[in-house]
């Protein structure tokens, strides 16, 4: 299986509201965002699900991948920032039966998957910055610990 950990392109710092939530890409992020379409749609590994978080930075990241990929949009609320690593790796999971899925979520979440994947529950995590891709492949059925880190890609 093939994933690609996404993390939101570069936000806004506050939003009208005021909740962390609510934060919508800056204009470099709508570029990382097309970016990584771009970039996905080249890939051997295309991905036949592309999941997002709720909150708009993530959506907003996730939106040119799916118009390149022609998919519908496909929300996860176990995705948003405000949840748990055990909760995105239920996501995964349940994306056991594809062959290549996207996530687009937040940090320190996608930070934290990616080590998981590739060096288990008790690593510290390595860096996952703004509009980065991290490609890792996992063979075999076990996510914990299985998965080698292929690829991180980012615009620059």
Known sequence: MDIYVIRHGKAEEDSNSGLDRDRV????????????AETIVKRDAKP?????SPYPR????????????????????????????SDM???LNDAKGSGCVAVVSHNP????????????????PGAHRTGELAHVRVEGSELVGGGELLDRLRME
């Open 25 to 36: 890409l800056r204009p470099k992020g709508h570029r990382q965002a097309q970016w990584l």
């Open 48 to 52: 036949e699900l592309v999941l997002s």
């Open 58 to 85: 993530a959506r907003e990241t996730a939106e040119p991948i799916w118009e390149a990929l022609g998919m519908e949009a496909q929300i996860d609320d176990r995705l948003g920032a405000d949840r748990s690593l």
């Open 89 to 91: 790796m239920d996501v």
């Open 109 to 124: 979440n996608c930070a934290r998957i990616v080590s998981t994947l590739c060096n288990g529950l008790m690593t510290m």
